[in-house]
């Protein structure tokens, strides 16, 4: 079981020789289950990571990029959710009570999302990350079906009624704590700006070759009423995790690795 979930994790992470850019209907900010997708015209910001979107896949790449993987099938999709049910099957005899009764109810569930689903094949949009090492028998991808995102996560590891879990996303609105710092920012010791709107900032000006103006440099979620973290491009061109505090006066204090600081100031 564990060697077919492999292979069609393995299947997604081919690419089509043809390039693909981005269908427009994506774009916008999704939520589904426990899983938020922020899709812009130039990346997809995915479990909190900025992965920039590529028409085709390089050989080589840094960071994390999303990008459209070879095409699925609903038939592929039901053969997983196959094995999801004889997976509960065979540990049930070894489940509790109360186990049984959630595992029953997710397989349901899940069986009455695909029960929505077109008899189409669809164009998955997964996402990669050079700097991610992990086990390699759980992921994730999302597909397009009538205007409506779904998330399809696979795992083996998590308990049989998990190998498949399949949830619709519905558009939403940013966190109404990222309107105190939208608008235009800019660093007078760095010499670079930009303006945030609904936590993802645009360049306004640059001090580094590796980024242009008009690139997305700086995703914030909020951690509290005046605090954030999210990620941040470095003059290197690489993303950075940093945290931003709402100062009092104003400003926006900036935090990053190796006790890194810095300010921006409202233009």
Same mark, same amino acid.
């Not at 997604?12 to 899709?39: E, F, K, Y």
């Not at 993303?239 to 505090?245: E, G, L, M």
């Given at each position: 079981?564990?060697?077919? /979930?492999?292979?069609?994790?393995?299947?997604? $992470?081919?690419?089509? %020789?043809?390039?693909?850019?981005?269908?427009?209907?994506? !774009?916008? +900010?999704?939520?589904?289950?426990?899983?938020?997708? @922020?899709?812009? #015209?130039?990346? !997809?910001?995915?479990?909190?990571?900025?992965?920039?979107?590529?028409?085709? %896949?390089?050989?080589?790449?840094?960071?994390?990029?999303?990008?459209?993987?070879?095409?699925?099938?609903?038939?592929?999709?039901?053969?997983?959710?196959? /094995?999801?049910?004889? +997976? !509960?099957?065979?540990?049930? #005899?070894?489940?509790?009570? $109360?186990?049984?009764t959630r595992a029953a109810k997710t397989v349901q569930d !899940?069986?009455?999302?695909?029960?929505?689903?077109?008899?189409?094949?669809?164009?998955?949009?997964?996402?990669?990350?050079?700097?991610?090492?992990?086990?390699?028998?759980? =992921? %994730?991808?999302? @597909?397009?079906?009538? =205007?409506?995102?779904?998330?399809?996560?696979?795992?083996?590891?998590?308990?049989?009624?998990?190998? /498949?879990?399949?949830? #619709?996303?519905? +558009?939403?609105?940013?966190?109404?704590?990222?309107?105190?710092?939208?608008?235009?920012?800019?660093?007078?010791?760095?010499?670079?700006?930009?303006?945030?709107?609904?936590?993802?900032?645009?360049? *306004?000006? *640059?001090?580094?070759?590796?980024?242009?103006?008009?690139?997305?440099?700086?995703?914030?979620? #909020?951690?509290?009423?005046?605090?954030?973290?999210?990620?941040? @491009?470095?003059?290197? =061109?690489?993303?950075?995790? @940093?945290?931003?505090?709402?100062?009092?006066?104003?400003?926006?204090?900036?935090?990053?690795?190796?006790?890194?600081?810095?300010?921006?100031? +409202?233009?």
């Amino acid at each position: 079981m564990i060697r077919l /979930l492999n292979s069609c994790l393995l299947l997604l $992470a081919c690419v089509s %020789a043809h390039a693909q850019p981005m269908n427009p209907s994506w !774009v916008g +900010r999704w939520h589904g289950g426990d899983t938020t997708l @922020i899709v812009t #015209p130039k990346n !997809v910001i995915n479990q909190e990571r900025i992965c920039r979107w590529v028409d085709k %896949a390089p050989e080589k790449f840094e960071g994390c990029i999303a990008r459209y993987a070879v095409n699925v099938k609903k038939t592929e999709i039901l053969e997983l959710f196959d /094995l999801m049910q004889s +997976r !509960v099957k065979e540990q049930t #005899p070894n489940m509790d009570a $109360a186990y049984k009764t959630r595992a029953a109810k997710t397989v349901q569930d !899940v069986k009455s999302k695909l029960a929505q689903l077109s008899n189409e094949t669809f164009r998955p949009i997964v996402t990669s990350d050079a700097d991610y090492q992990g086990s390699g028998d759980c =992921g %994730a991808y999302y @597909i397009m079906d009538k =205007g409506t995102p779904y998330v399809v996560r696979l795992c083996e590891s998590a308990g049989a009624e998990f190998t /498949l879990m399949f949830d #619709p996303m519905q +558009r939403t609105a940013a966190p109404i704590a990222l309107n105190a710092i939208d608008g235009r920012w800019h660093s007078a010791q760095w010499k670079y700006g930009y303006e945030l709107k609904g936590g993802v900032g645009t360049a *306004t000006a *640059t001090n580094s070759a590796r980024f242009k103006i008009g690139d997305e440099i700086i995703y914030l979620r #909020p951690t509290g009423k005046n605090t954030f973290e999210g990620e941040q @491009i470095y003059q290197n =061109g690489k993303f950075n995790p @940093i945290s931003v505090t709402l100062l009092p006066d104003g400003r926006l204090q900036f935090k990053g690795e190796k006790n890194i600081s810095w300010t921006m100031t +409202r233009q």
